[in-house]
């Protein structure tokens, strides 16, 4: 089965921290994504790659960047942590993109403090 | 602009009830519609459905398309509390857009 790990479950940063979320998958999917979940907003996309060193914006990037130096490995970073980046973070990967969908990560929930 | 809507947003069923949740989408260029369960942590991948017509089915619950009216519902028949969740409609279009979810509870 794909595994997509995220590095940590839970989170507690200060208001302008430097703040990394990792995210790895074992099964050599091109297309990584990173979405946000907040209630009644369902998930909304911040960054995508199709490929290493590729980044795509998506519907929401503003206050992030990403880095995808290797194939299995896509980073989110948020530059300076604000209380409105408190949210549910997660990562999620497909071989192709639409094929069944993606497989997601458990989910980093960050509070911004 | 791509969307997805999904409806009841919030649903207060008892077990063995039957339930339908539904989901409407404005896409360029569709190519597939996905429903996900998600509990506690993530979603969970449930059907992916590109022709519209033919019922994907899975134990007790079924799904279908309409790519003509732009729909899809998700039946969940004998509901038991293990089905309660969020489920999520997901359209492929350019991207993934995904609907708001809808809340489930089944009570005992």
């Known amino acids: 089965d794909v595994k997509v790990t995220q590095s940590s479950r839970y989170l507690v940063k200060r208001t302008g921290e430097k703040v990394f979320l990792e995210c790895v998958q074992d099964?050599?999917?091109?297309?990584m994504f990173w979405y946000r979940q907040d209630p009644g907003l369902g998930l909304r996309l911040i960054y995508f790659?199709?490929?290493?060193?590729?980044?795509e914006k998506g519907d929401i990037p503003e206050g992030y960047s990403v880095s995808r130096e290797k194939k299995e490995r896509f980073s989110l970073i948020l530059e300076s942590a604000s209380t409105n980046q408190t949210s549910m973070y997660l990562c999620?990967?497909?071989?192709?993109?639409?094929?069944?969908?993606?497989?997601f990560g458990s989910g980093t929930r960050l509070t911004v403090v | 602009e791509d969307k997805v809507v999904q409806s009841p947003l919030s649903l207060v069923v008892h077990e063995g009830d039957t339930v339908t949740l539904n989901c409407s989408y404005e896409v360029t260029n569709f190519r597939s519609l996905l429903w996900y369960k998600q509990e506690k942590k993530a979603p969970t991948f449930l059907f992916m459905l590109t022709s519209s017509g033919i019922e994907k089915k899975s134990g007790r619950l079924s799904s279908i398309l309409d790519k003509k009216e732009l729909f899809s519902i998700l039946n969940i028949t004998a509901t038991q509390t293990g089905d309660s969740a969020i489920y999520l409609c997901?359209?492929?279009?350019?991207?993934?857009?995904f609907g708001p979810g809808t809340r489930l509870s089944v009570l005992p």
């Open positions: 099964m050599d999917h091109e297309n």
């Open positions: 999620a990967s497909s071989y192709s993109a639409g094929s069944y969908g993606y497989t």
């Open positions: 790659s199709y490929d290493v060193k590729m980044k």
């Open positions: 997901a359209v492929y279009g350019q991207n993934f857009v």
